[in-house]
């Protein structure tokens, strides 16, 4: 069965810094696109940055972009999320999201909470 566990979360003050992975159990995990997502309480579900499988296309959402990196590491199938300069607006629930082939896959989330 395939597994996506986030780690990294936790509460940190704003203009910190966070490190989030998604280690995955998805073979092959370089044939799947990534994506971590956000969802902050009553709010939707949101794209926050994307990497695809060539391990060079990525995309971000406006407001993180400059102070987030997604990256990837093919040989541990686990993806990464590099924030920084964290304001208290991007506190959420960090999921990561495998699209590949033949499936589609979410890990459950990690929780993020910039506060001072």
């Known amino acids: 069965q395939v597994q996506l566990v986030e780690s990294g979360g936790g509460l940190v003050q704003p203009g910190g810094s966070l490190r989030l992975s998604c280690a995955t159990t998805?073979?092959?995990?370089?044939?799947?696109?990534m994506s971590w997502y956000r969802q902050a309480p009553r709010k939707e579900r949101e794209l926050v940055a994307f990497?695809?499988?060539?391990?060079?296309?990525?995309n971000y959402k406006d407001s993180v972009r400059g102070r987030f990196t997604i990256s990837r590491e093919n040989a541990k199938a686990t993806v990464y999320l590099q924030m920084n300069s964290l304001h208290t607006e991007d506190t959420a629930v960090y999921l990561c999201?495998?699209?590949?082939?033949?499936?589609?896959?979410w890990g459950r989330g990690t929780q993020v909470t910039v506060s001072s």
């Open positions: 998805i073979l092959p995990f370089s044939e799947c696109d």
């Open positions: 999201k495998a699209t590949c082939i033949h499936a589609i896959y």
């Open positions: 990497a695809a499988t060539d391990g060079v296309t990525t």
